[in-house]
């Protein structure tokens, strides 16, 4: 089975600029959680979302940040506008109904000029 | 919200060493897991634990749910330098979802 799948995996854009960050879950599971790492505060979760609907996004940092879950198996983080402090590996992770194992994509590394 | 220590922060070992870690939190948790990161890669589901004083294997790695239910431990026996990378732990409180602690960076020297 293939893993949890991020695209891009590397990005650079403008300040001020729209980012989108994609994710795919691993067929078979229902829970998809986006988090962003950084060296100053290691890993935080951003929001989650169970059977597609967001249960937990009180780690969202502003309005500037917002994700969906159009279906099952998809889901997007966007940034408008993006600024330099929101350059961070982000990372999605799913995990199947019942387990508490999470499983990480690679990453989206952003890089905010 | 719950807050993981983990530690050491870093350790540099020489090759064939064993090295222990460990995670503690201020509150009970009901599930311990152990990540391990890779460069450039995303976190890696090394070892899960459900029961206080589970004691589970991975190869060469061994971890253990505490008995207080408040801490757990990563050993690794005999390094290789692939175990270089980031540690992390993470625990699943009773009523929120999973906290991850702040990792620990292993080196290895050859």
């Known amino acids: 089975d293939a893993g949890v799948i991020q695209s891009p995996r590397h990005e650079v854009t403008e300040m001020g600029q729209e980012v989108t960050l994609r994710c795919k879950l691993i067929s078979g599971h229902n829970s998809l959680f986006w988090y962003r790492q950084t060296m100053m505060r290691g890993l935080e979760l951003l929001i989650y979302f169970n059977n597609n609907v967001p249960i937990d996004d009180s780690g969202m940092p502003e309005d500037r940040f917002s994700a969906k879950m159009p279906n099952a198996s998809f889901s997007t983080l966007k940034i408008q506008p993006s600024e330099p402090r929101d350059s961070a590996v982000y990372f999605c992770?799913?995990?199947?109904?019942?387990?508490?194992?999470?499983?990480f994509g690679p990453g989206t590394r952003l890089t905010v000029l | 919200g719950q807050q993981l220590n983990q530690s050491p922060q870093s350790m540099f070992i020489q090759e064939g060493e064993d090295v222990s870690m460990n995670c503690t939190s201020s509150?009970?948790?009901?599930?311990w897991l152990w990540y391990k990161q890779d460069p450039g890669e995303g976190p890696v589901l090394l070892i899960a634990l459900y029961k206080a004083g589970e004691l589970t294997s991975n190869g060469r790695l061994t971890a253990q749910f505490g008995i207080t239910r408040k801490d757990s431990f990563l050993n690794i026996s005999a390094s290789i330098p692939s175990d270089v990378g980031i540690y992390f732990c993470a625990g699943h409180p009773s009523s929120q979802n999973f906290v991850f602690g702040p990792g620990t960076r292993l080196s290895v020297l050859p």
């Open positions: 992770a799913s995990r199947r109904q019942g387990f508490n194992e999470q499983f």
């Open positions: 509150s009970i948790f009901n599930t």
